[in-house]
């Protein structure tokens, strides 16, 4: 079975800091993804990875970037944290040869920005 | 442009009972698919049901099954004997030939007991 792991379930930072959000999945996917989940907004991508070093932009970039150095690991970086970036975050993985598949998500990390 | 629209923010059921949640999507591709999330408190989101554009048959998985309207581009979800653990959010989301998916802004499930 796939395994996506997102390094914290909860996590509290300082507006201007440097946050990491980890992701690493176990299956071998290429295709890697960020999204933000808010209330009344469902899911947003962040950005979205399809091989190592590779990276494009989804609808909501602003205020992020993404780091994939390993395949099964994509992070995800708040340069200068503000609290309009408080929510739920949820990374994802499929392979891209799969195109029927379902994406298989982490747990979440739910960001509180104080 | 592609959305998705979910246009109950919250449905309630009683155990045991039917429920239909709706979801209608925007495009201009013949080809694609549909999937329905579940999202139980504990948070992962996990398939509930996936549907190929070119199937005119709708899915079915055990209690779950759509009416999927590829004309009108309405993929709705009904769950029968509704049970507590269906509780949850539940999301409708699209996606075409690319690596993208398009998700609704969710309808949160309450079964009553």
């Known amino acids: 079975d796939v395994k996506v792991t997102q390094s914290s379930r909860y996590l509290v930072k300082r507006t201007g800091e440097k946050v990491f959000l980890e992701c690493v999945q176990d299956?071998?996917?290429?295709?890697m993804f960020w999204y933000r989940q808010d209330p009344g907004l469902g899911l947003r991508l962040i950005y979205f990875?399809?091989?190592?070093?590779?990276?494009e932009k989804g609808d909501i970039p602003e205020g992020y970037s993404v780091s994939r150095e390993k395949k099964e690991r994509f992070s995800l970086i708040l340069e200068s944290a503000s609290t309009n970036q408080t929510s739920m975050y949820l990374c994802?993985?499929?392979?891209?040869?799969?195109?029927?598949?379902?994406?298989?998500f982490g747990d979440g990390t739910r960001l509180s920005i104080l | 442009a592609q959305t998705v629209t979910q246009s109950q923010p919250e449905m309630s059921v009683q155990e045991a009972e039917t429920v239909t949640l709706s979801c209608t999507y925007d495009?201009?591709?013949?080809?694609?698919?549909l999937f329905w999330y579940k999202q139980p408190p504990s948070r992962q989101m996990i398939l509930v049901i996936r549907?190929?554009?070119?199937?005119?048959q709708n899915a079915t998985e055990n209690r779950f099954s759509v009416n999927f309207q590829k004309a009108a581009k309405s993929f709705s979800l009904k769950i029968s004997d509704s049970q507590l653990g269906d509780a949850a959010m539940y999301f409708c989301?699209?996606?075409?030939?690319?690596?993208?998916?398009?998700f609704g802004t969710g309808t949160r499930l309450k079964v009553l007991a």
């Open positions: 994802a993985s499929i392979s891209p040869t799969d195109s029927n598949q379902p994406q298989h």
């Open positions: 299956m071998d996917h290429e295709n």
């Open positions: 990875s399809y091989d190592v070093k590779m990276k």
């Open positions: 495009t201009s591709e013949s080809d694609y698919y």
């Open positions: 549907q190929e554009a070119y199937k005119q």
């Open positions: 989301a699209y996606k075409p030939g690319t690596y993208k998916y398009i």
